[in-house]
């Protein structure tokens, strides 16, 4: 049974930063790509970053480039987002996703993945 347990989130002033983690279990957590997808109060969901099986490519939406960075670690089963430089709009519950197919690379839709977490809330405000 795949489980993905998200942790991390929390309340940021604007210019913050704050560090999610993601631990994986119930699958082979290195034979897959794996990401970030949020959902802000009221909106839809929204792809965040994508990092391929071995962690060597990634991928960010426009909204967030620059600012967030995500890494894995498959020896510990753990997926990463630094985000920095935090801004209102980055108020949302993130969750952690995985792949649909063992064969991606770092897509960049939210069609692309399933969501087996409950999120972790993050709020930016001063």
């Known amino acids: 049974q795949v489980q993905l347990v998200e942790s991390g989130g929390g309340l940021v002033q604007p210019g913050g930063s704050l560090r999610l983690s993601c631990v994986a279990s119930?699958?082979?957590?290195?034979?897959?790509?794996m990401g970030w997808i949020r959902q802000a109060p009221g909106k839809g969901l929204e792809w965040v970053s994508s990092?391929?099986?071995?962690?060597?490519?990634?991928a960010h939406s426009d909204s967030v480039k620059g600012r967030f960075s995500i890494s894995r670690d498959n020896a510990k089963n753990t997926l990463y987002l630094q985000m920095n430089d935090l801004k209102p709009e980055d108020t949302a519950d993130y969750f952690c996703?995985?792949?649909?197919?063992?064969?991606?690379?770092?897509?960049?839709?939210?069609?692309?993945?399933?969501?087996w977490g409950q999120g972790t809330q993050v709020t930016v405000s001063s």
């Open positions: 119930g699958f082979t957590f290195s034979t897959y790509a």
């Open positions: 996703v995985k792949a649909k197919s063992r064969f991606y690379g770092a897509r960049d839709s939210v069609d692309d993945f399933n969501i």
């Open positions: 990092i391929t099986k071995d962690g060597a490519s990634t």
